[in-house]
Each structure stands twice: as C-alpha cells, then as structure tokens.
C-alpha cells in the first residue's frame, strides 16, 4: 500500500537513521572484504604450492577484530561510532592519537541515508521500496570496493544476481521471464564487448566483475532496461572519468573501474526506467 503524506513524514526520517546506520555496516564490509578475499586466496596458493601457514594467522571477518585507529589501535567505542555524527565531533581524527579518519566513513553513512530515503520516499511503504534499499545497499557497496580496488567480489555480484531473479517472483517486479533474460543478456553483452577488445588490442578491457554486475541489473531491471544502463553508465563514466583524471592527475591510460558506473546507472533504471525510456524515445520520435 502507497503511503500517503503522514506516513511519509514519520518513514523518512525512519529510513534516513536505518540507512546511517546500515552505511556504518557497509564502511566494514567495503574495507575488511578485499582483505578477507586476499588471505583466502593466499591461504588456498600456500595449500596449492604446499608453502607453510603464514605467521599472521589471527582471524579476521566483519565481526573480528573490533573496529579499531590505524593510527594507534585504540579500540573505538561505541559512542564513537555514531553515523557522521562522531566523525564532525571528532573533526575527522581519532579522539587518542589525533590520526586522520577517512572521510569515506561519513560519506558511505551519508550517501546510504539520502539513497534508502529517496527509495521510500519513491515508492512509500511498499515491499517495493524494501527491495529497492536491499539492491541499494548492495551496489553502494560494490561501487566503492570495485572504486578502491577494481574488484567485483563475487560475494557482492552473485547474491545481487539470485536476489533479482527471487524478487522478480514478486507481483510488483517485473516477471521471472523479464529478469532471467535481462541477466543473460546482460551478462553475455560485456563479455562480448570483452572478448571482441581483447581479440581486436590483446588487451583486457573490464573484468568479470562487470559481467555479473550487469547480470544483476538485468535480473532486477529486465532486458528492456539494459541498452539504458550501458548508455547511462557509459555517459557517466565519460564525464566522471575525466573530472577524476583531472584532479587525480592520472595519466590517459589508467585503468578505471567501469562497476561504479554500471551501479549509477542501475539504481537511476531501477528509479526511474522507464520515465527515462518514454522521455529518450520520444525525443527521437521528434
């Protein structure tokens, strides 16, 4: 059922706070992740090479070890690690050594809030709108892992892919048979971009990360939205790449991440597809 205005007024502000706190999840997950995959593929070469263990074998998940300063390794207290608010009161350092805490921190928790707010405020209390924040909250996290390490953990792609196809079981997405062909589709399209650039320079031209990304979106967003999110995700690489080769001082032919700007674009389809669609279609019909 569609909210009306008075539950808007008491679900936004709601969904701003579960999504703060949900971005302070999602900092631990996009920062310990890469380093989760890193050991379990070195501890699989070292089983393969028959190599012994390695010194380091302390456990490490999302859980494990607390949150602690690169800095110092003081442990971070609870009233520390309030969303954006501890990181202002603090002035962006930690409270023991004066160490600079990444503004990434507040700028996950901030941006999961304005996306999970926008989403409710889009589709209002709908099991629509909890969808839509489950498929948000994964590609903010994919975006910034692939940003930081141009890598598309399988753990974030595959879940997003077999989320979409279930949900397309739903009365309010689009049908099973939209999303099954949306994610092949979608993931047969980049690779055989890839394979065609590869064959054409020898060079490899995107992962497969961006494969499954696009899978995903196909899943969630059927096989009508996909010229849309290569184009929108195409567009905004051109104009974001250049701004970020510019102040980054990067030569030409730095390699760039292409899964941020796929996740743009599947969230803006998810949105608002096709509004986008009816408006870029009658533009060419004159």
């Not at 901030?110 to 589709?123: K, R, Y």
């Amino acid at each position: 059922m569609q909210a009306n205005t008075v539950d808007l007024i008491f679900l936004l502000p709601v969904a701003a706070l579960i999504g703060a706190l949900v971005g302070s999840f999602l900092n631990v997950v996009i920062f310990r992740l890469p380093v989760m995959l890193e050991r379990s593929w070195q501890e699989e070469a070292r089983a393969i090479l028959e190599l012994d263990p390695p010194k380091d074998q302390s456990v490490f998940n999302l859980a494990t070890p607390p949150s602690r300063c690169n800095g110092c390794g003081s442990p971070i207290k609870p009233w520390q690690n309030i969303p954006v608010l501890s990181w202002l009161i603090q002035g962006g350092k930690c409270r023991t050594c004066k160490t600079s805490v990444s503004i990434q921190y507040p700028l996950i928790e901030t941006g999961s809030a304005l996306l999970t707010t926008l989403v409710v405020w889009h589709f209002g209390a709908t099991w629509q709108a909890f969808a839509g924040i489950i498929f948000t909250w994964f590609l903010i996290t994919g975006a910034v892992i692939d940003f930081h390490t141009k890598l598309l953990p399988d753990n974030i792609t595959l879940p997003l892919l077999w989320l979409g196809l279930l949900v397309s079981l739903a009365p309010f997405s689009i049908s099973p048979e939209h999303a099954i062909v949306g994610a092949v589709l979608g993931y047969l399209s980049l690779w055989s971009v890839y394979q065609l650039f590869k064959l054409l320079t020898g060079k490899e031209g995107m992962g497969y990360g961006d494969f499954k990304l696009l899978a995903g979106l196909g899943a969630w967003c059927g096989w009508e939205q996909l010229p849309l999110i290569i184009l929108l995700s195409s567009i905004t690489g051109a104009i974001l790449g250049i701004i970020w080769l510019k102040l980054g001082d990067k030569h030409k032919d730095t390699a760039m991440p292409f899964g941020p700007y796929l996740a743009i674009a599947g969230w803006l389809s998810y949105m608002w597809g096709p509004q986008m669609l009816d408006a870029y279609l009658g533009i060419l019909g004159g």
